[in-house]
């Protein structure tokens, strides 16, 4: 593709580098090494969440050196630019997982104020932990310049005594410690064998979920969200979004070309099909959003409801994100899913043809057993089950991939944080049967929506995954598991019903029918919300605070502005 007949008449870069009035603007180019005819180029931004705070971000910079190096063969000018992120597993159980949805948004916002201020022409994202992913497919779509997304790839699974270990088997391991089941020695042991090398969570939590979600949306190329961190294989995935990027910019191919509302519903049936993570159902949601699509929790349960679970990937199977890549990646689960009519073929891609006919030469492959065959799936409903009722009218969600019993029925213990109920499980202050309740930890009462991991694997740890429930109106890990059901709306900070429990209260939940309710007549519900007080937060300034002020309901994907729909122009039109 050669840019140097692309016009930049329509191009965002054309009020930074095109007339004698720019001069100035060009100066600073020519002082980054630029020659006149880069100059003349389009200009790409290739933004990623580079930073040494995990994993899943190390490797990102040097991926990104890699996608410039295809921007510029094919006669585009990129230019690099980092991000933030905040990285749930080390954030995990401590008030510092209150920044972790909230970093969604600054991501979104963050790479959107760079292109915007710079005129960048399209945009090449990379991204590894699990906000980074949804917060660089946000900016795309709110940008709505052409623009492709890269996976950097998940981490290798541990081995610990012939087994393939995760992070999820390090946080259970604290469980088991606990109760003396382990000893420290063993867990050291555990803690330095899970995570072998770079790249993001191995099993299908949220970030591997979100990959999947990019193949499947139509914004990443086919098979780049398979392959592991450390692949060396990955640098063509690279390089072939870096050239192609040049070829969506000279066919006017965008973001909302592709994301549509059959391309979410894609979208959120990759994550059924996978028993991926729940936080699919707050980020498809603010995609959505950014589009102007009105695609809420209800929309993304109602695909769950009739998509298969064909995929038996961790926490809930035996598979990791490499197994299923090596199996035959994204593409071979799409197939089946598209072959037995669960995919929209008809939906565009990134790379300028259907999804269709991307999956045209992608052949079923009989001597695997990661992805099941859509019409003999290992249960007929999917893996994640969207839930309502009078505890939970605007919504809950609950994986139940891997789990043999979907109803549930017991008494109420409340506890108004996080660090409450972990305290009271890590000295097994709890009984069998009880619905252990943590709330004030939504998006506004939090704030931040915090996960819960901490909590549900001292549970699984101690052997009580299965005789306790826990529900909260904060969110679950990817890596949960156990009957646990997160995003209860609306959330007790607004005085939503799970606000209005008190211990004792009989609390039943049926994943089979798709329903959480408290035995409360309306009457005292009502009565019980009159005498309600509203509470404040220990985050009175700052970022979280700023954000609690205007974040909206999970229901909604907690997003933060407006959205598509809002718009009297979008950047990409500048």
């Known amino acids: 593709m050669d840019a140097r007949v692309i016009s930049k008449a329509k191009l965002p870069s054309r009020?930074?580098?095109?007339?004698?009035?720019?001069?100035?603007?060009?100066?600073?180019?020519?002082?980054?090494?630029?020659?006149a005819?880069?100059?003349?180029?389009?200009?790409?931004?290739?933004?990623?969440?580079?930073?040494?705070?995990?994993?899943?971000?190390?490797?990102?910079?040097?991926?990104?050196q890699v996608v410039k190096k295809g921007v510029a063969a094919a006669n585009g000018t990129p230019r690099e630019f980092c991000t933030i992120t905040v990285t749930d597993g080390i954030a995990m159980g401590?008030?510092?997982?209150?920044?972790?949805?909230?970093?969604?948004?600054?991501?979104?916002?963050?790479?959107?104020?760079?292109?915007?201020?710079?005129?960048?022409?399209?945009?090449?994202?990379?991204?590894?932990?699990?906000?980074s992913l949804p917060g660089m497919m946000m900016a795309m779509v709110r940008l709505n310049v052409p623009s492709i997304f890269i996976y950097g790839g998940s981490i290798l699974p541990g081995s610990y005594k012939?087994?393939?270990?995760?992070?999820?088997?390090?946080?259970e391991a604290v469980g088991q410690h606990s109760v003396g089941t382990i000893g420290d020695a063993e867990l050291l042991e555990i803690e330095q064998a899970a995570c072998p090398s770079a790249g993001s969570c191995g099993a299908q939590f949220t970030a591997n979920t979100m990959a999947t979600v990019a193949e499947a949306i139509g914004l990443a190329l086919p098979y780049s969200c398979g392959a592991p961190a450390p692949y060396e294989m990955r640098d063509r995935f690279n390089f072939a979004s870096g050239e192609k990027i040049m070829e969506l910019i000279a066919r006017n191919i965008r973001p909302r070309d592709i994301v549509t509302p059959k391309a979410l519903e894609n979208a959120a049936t990759v994550v059924s099909a996978t028993g991926g993570s729940t936080n699919a159902a707050l980020h498809l949601p603010a995609i959505a959003h950014e589009a102007g699509i009105k695609f809420d929790l209800f929309d993304v349960a109602r695909i769950f409801e009739k998509t298969p679970y064909i995929a038996d990937l961790k926490p809930g199977g035996k598979y990791v994100a490499k197994?299923?890549?090596?199996?035959?990646?994204?593409?071979?689960?799409?197939?089946?899913?598209?072959?037995?009519?669960?995919?929209?073929?008809?939906?565009?891609?990134?790379?300028?043809?259907?999804?269709?006919e991307n999956m045209e030469h992608v052949a079923w492959n009989d001597s695997q057993d990661v992805v099941r065959p859509a019409n003999r799936p290992i249960t007929q409903t999917g893996g994640v089950v969207g839930l309502k009722g009078n505890l939970a009218p605007e919504g809950a969600i609950v994986k139940v991939a891997g789990m043999a019993e979907l109803k549930f029925s017991g008494p109420a213990r409340c506890f108004d944080s996080e660090e409450e109920c972990f305290?009271?499980?890590?000295?097994?202050?709890?009984?069998?049967?009880?619905?252990?309740?943590?709330?004030?930890?939504?998006?506004?009462?939090?704030?931040?929506?915090?996960?819960?991991?901490?909590?549900?694997a001292a549970l699984y740890g101690q052997g009580m995954g299965g005789k306790v429930a826990l529900i909260t109106d904060g969110r679950?890990?990817?890596?949960?598991?156990?009957?646990?059901?997160?995003?209860?709306?609306?959330?007790?900070?607004?005085?939503?019903?799970?606000?209005?429990?008190?211990?004792?209260?009989?609390?039943?939940?049926?994943?089979?029918?798709?329903?959480?309710?408290?035995?409360?007549?309306?009457?005292?519900?009502?009565?019980?919300?009159?005498?309600?007080?509203?509470?404040?937060?220990?985050?009175?300034?700052?970022?979280?605070?700023?954000?609690?002020?205007?974040?909206?309901?999970?229901?909604?994907?907690?997003v933060t502005h407006p959205g598509g729909a809002k718009e009297t122009h979008c950047y990409a039109d500048v």
């Open 15 to 35: 009020h930074v580098t095109v007339g004698p009035a720019r001069a100035p603007h060009r100066s600073y180019l020519y002082a980054m090494g630029l020659s």
């Open 37 to 64: 005819a880069e100059i003349a180029q389009p200009l790409v931004g290739v933004a990623s969440c580079w930073n040494e705070a995990a994993p899943c971000n190390i490797s990102l910079m040097r991926q990104a």
């Open 94 to 131: 401590h008030q510092g997982m209150k920044s972790s949805l909230v970093s969604r948004e600054v991501i979104a916002d963050s790479v959107e104020l760079t292109m915007r201020g710079h005129c960048y022409d399209a945009l090449v994202g990379l991204a590894g932990c699990d906000k």
């Open 162 to 171: 012939g087994r393939q270990i995760t992070i999820q088997d390090v946080f």
């Open 323 to 356: 197994d299923m890549f090596e199996a035959g990646g994204i593409p071979l689960l799409m197939k089946t899913l598209l072959d037995h009519g669960y995919l929209h073929g008809d939906c565009l891609t990134v790379t300028g043809r259907t999804l269709a």
């Open 423 to 456: 305290e009271a499980v890590t000295h097994r202050n709890y009984r069998e049967g009880e619905v252990l309740v943590i709330r004030y930890e939504g998006p506004r009462g939090g704030p931040g929506m915090r996960e819960m991991l901490s909590t549900t």
């Open 476 to 558: 679950f890990s990817g890596a949960t598991r156990g009957f646990c059901i997160g995003h209860v709306g609306p959330e007790a900070a607004v005085g939503g019903p799970i606000g209005l429990l008190r211990d004792g209260d009989v609390i039943s939940i049926d994943a089979v029918n798709g329903m959480i309710a408290v035995d409360l007549s309306d009457t005292e519900l009502a009565a019980r919300a009159k005498a309600w007080k509203a509470r404040t937060t220990d985050y009175q300034s700052g970022a979280i605070w700023k954000y609690a002020q205007t974040v909206g309901p999970a229901r909604d994907g907690a």
